[in-house]
């Protein structure tokens, strides 16, 4: 289905089809009733989703003061995130991860894709040549059986026709849950937990880099500071939600 890690014309337009299918049968997954744009979510429960209101800061939520000094040291040039980690995001990244709800990972690319779209015309001047998701560790991968940012990273390269590499990035060294670790704790956990598939793998020079959840910024900074280390320039972080440290 893939050649050079980007989808043929055809299966493309076939992939899109059955997204359209697929909403056409789809009910709301908080109300009931018929999905009209989004599978999943219906018109009135979208407009009740609390996203995050991109134009006051620039199509950017690090020049967001709160945001910024949450997450000091960045090695990412951009924070797209779609909400807080509040209700119903919640509730679908717990569906998603331990439930095997895979239908969830396309609602979050649909969802996405429309907020990368309308920023993109306006505030993103370096478009981005490569997508990238958060790996897992094998251990992980293997007792979970799939990777959720990958599914979503996967959907979303679907929708934008960026294309998206699942195995450049390896994470070689098993974490436990860092859920609760501080982020001191949590960058000393990482240091070297990442490294790229092949030394030979050329690199753009603007990349998205996705993952589900985004607390501390730790995780990501590890790869972004690998990625830059290979040639990338710019790196956007992009992901469904923020969940601030305390
Ligand atoms: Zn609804």
Same mark, same amino acid.
């Given at each position: 289905?893939?050649?050079?890690?980007?989808?043929t014309?055809?299966?493309?337009?076939?992939?899109?089809? =059955?997204?359209?299918?697929?909403?056409?049968?789809?009910?709301?997954?908080?109300?009931?009733?018929?999905?009209?744009?989004?599978?999943? =979510?219906?018109?009135?429960?979208?407009?009740? =989703?609390?996203?995050?209101?991109?134009?006051?800061?620039?199509?950017?939520?690090?020049?967001?003061?709160?945001?910024?000094?949450?997450l000091?040291?960045?090695?990412?040039?951009?924070?797209?995130?779609?909400?807080?980690?509040?209700?119903?995001?919640?509730?679908?990244?717990?569906?998603?991860?331990?439930?095997?709800?895979? &239908?969830?990972?396309?609602?979050?690319?649909?969802?996405?894709?429309?907020?990368?779209?309308?920023?993109?015309?306006?505030?993103?001047? &370096?478009?981005?040549?490569?997508?990238?998701?958060?790996?897992?560790?094998?251990?992980?991968?293997?007792?979970?059986?799939?990777?959720?940012?990958?599914?979503?990273?996967?959907?979303?390269?679907?929708?934008?026709?960026?294309?998206?590499?699942?195995?450049?990035?390896?994470?070689?060294?098993?974490?436990?849950?860092?859920?609760?670790?501080?982020?001191?704790?949590?960058?000393?956990?990482?240091?070297?937990?990442?490294?790229?598939?092949?030394?030979?793998?050329?690199?753009? &020079?603007?990349?998205?880099?996705?993952?589900?959840?985004?607390?501390?910024?730790?995780?990501?900074? &590890?790869?972004?500071k690998?990625?830059?280390k290979?040639?990338?320039?710019?790196i956007?972080?992009?992901?469904?939600?923020?969940? =601030?440290?305390?």
């Amino acid at each position: 289905m893939k050649k050079n890690g980007l989808l043929t014309n055809k299966c493309l337009h076939l992939l899109l089809f =059955l997204k359209d299918i697929k909403i056409f049968f789809s009910s709301c997954d908080l109300c009931g009733q018929p999905c009209q744009t989004y599978p999943l =979510l219906c018109g009135y429960c979208y407009q009740d =989703l609390s996203l995050f209101m991109f134009n006051s800061v620039q199509g950017d939520l690090l020049n967001w003061p709160a945001i910024d000094r949450a997450l000091p040291k960045n090695v990412f040039d951009r924070l797209i995130c779609l909400a807080p980690y509040l209700w119903p995001f919640t509730q679908w990244l717990i569906q998603l991860k331990y439930n095997g709800r895979f &239908e969830i990972a396309e609602l979050f690319a649909q969802l996405l894709h429309d907020c990368w779209r309308s920023l993109s015309t306006t505030f993103i001047t &370096e478009p981005p040549q490569l997508i990238l998701a958060v790996p897992l560790h094998v251990k992980k991968w293997q007792s979970r059986g799939f990777n959720q940012a990958h599914l979503i990273a996967d959907a979303f390269s679907i929708l934008t026709k960026i294309p998206y590499q699942a195995q450049a990035i390896i994470r070689t060294i098993h974490t436990d849950s860092q859920v609760g670790q501080s982020g001191r704790i949590r960058r000393k956990n990482l240091r070297n937990a990442f490294s790229l598939h092949s030394n030979q793998l050329v690199l753009p &020079e603007h990349v998205i880099l996705i993952d589900d959840v985004v607390t501390t910024g730790s995780t990501a900074n &590890e790869i972004c500071k690998l990625l830059k280390k290979h040639g990338v320039k710019h790196i956007t972080l992009l992901s469904v939600c923020l969940s =601030l440290p305390k």
